[in-house]
């Protein structure tokens, strides 16, 4: 069964450091991967997505994203966190059919 | 364009009580997704629907759970007989399509907050 797998649960960066969440996923065919963000007591939102092409996609906020078709990852990077990144994120990859699969989530505590 | 609509944000149930949730996708959107966010468990796919069809209910529980996407009006997960595990939040989300095309992207909406007291 097609998975996804976020290594880190919870990540503490201060303002300013660069950040990078892994997401492997376990699936050998075509894929749609997506990053969502969820702020506290909000709702999941798009950051990025991927379907085709470039496999370094540029999201908002100034996130971006790398698609590493051998290595089937797909990290969320930022050169430089602010507090108010402090959220968590969720890698999320669709197979071809209707299910999207999300990974556990990270969350991210971003020091003032 | 008003996004994905979920009420009520937050519902608090006895154990034993009927919980009702309601979904009204993106205009235009004809495929709703039920989702479920446990604490430390990520997002867990309950079931897909189309207008008057259950597409795929694999991550519905046996029993208890339920789900529709009437013709008219929005799409509702009914919970009967609540218990303590079913404190969670419920996550809809919509599509304008299915599949790895690049209009299947889910939207979600606010989510309600169930608590079973």
């Known amino acids: 069964a097609q998975s996804v797998s976020q290594h880190n649960h919870h990540v503490i960066l201060s303002e300013a450091a660069s950040l990078e969440l892994g997401c492997n996923y376990s699936?050998?065919?075509?894929?749609?991967l997506f990053w969502y963000v969820q702020y506290p007591g909000q709702h999941l939102q798009l950051l990025l997505k991927y379907f085709s092409g470039d496999p370094l996609v540029k999201g908002i906020k100034g996130f971006e994203a790398e698609f590493i078709k051998s290595k089937f990852s797909f990290n969320l990077r930022k050169p430089s966190v602010q507090w108010s990144d402090t959220a968590e994120y969720f890698c999320?990859?669709?197979?071809?059919?209707?299910?999207?699969?999300f990974g556990a989530g990270t969350r991210l505590f971003v020091k003032a | 364009n008003a996004g994905v609509m979920q009420n009520p944000r937050h519902l608090v149930r006895r154990r034993g009580q009927e919980a009702r949730l309601r979904c009204s996708p993106m205009?235009?959107?004809?495929?709703v997704y039920w989702y479920r966010q446990l604490p430390e468990e990520g997002l867990k796919f309950m079931v897909y629907l189309q207008k008057e069809n259950i597409i795929d209910e694999s991550g519905m529980p046996k029993e208890r759970f339920s789900a529709e996407f009437p013709k008219e009006g929005p799409s509702i997960l009914r919970i009967q007989q609540v218990v303590r595990g079913d404190s969670a939040a419920y996550f809809c989300?919509?599509?304008?399509?299915?599949?790895?095309?690049?209009?299947?992207?889910?939207?979600f909406g606010e989510g309600s907050w169930l608590t079973v007291v």
């Open positions: 999320a990859v669709n197979t071809g059919g209707f299910k999207t699969i």
């Open positions: 205009k235009g959107h004809s495929h």
């Open positions: 699936y050998g065919g075509t894929v749609n």
């Open positions: 989300a919509s599509s304008p399509s299915s599949g790895t095309s690049p209009g299947n992207t889910i939207y």
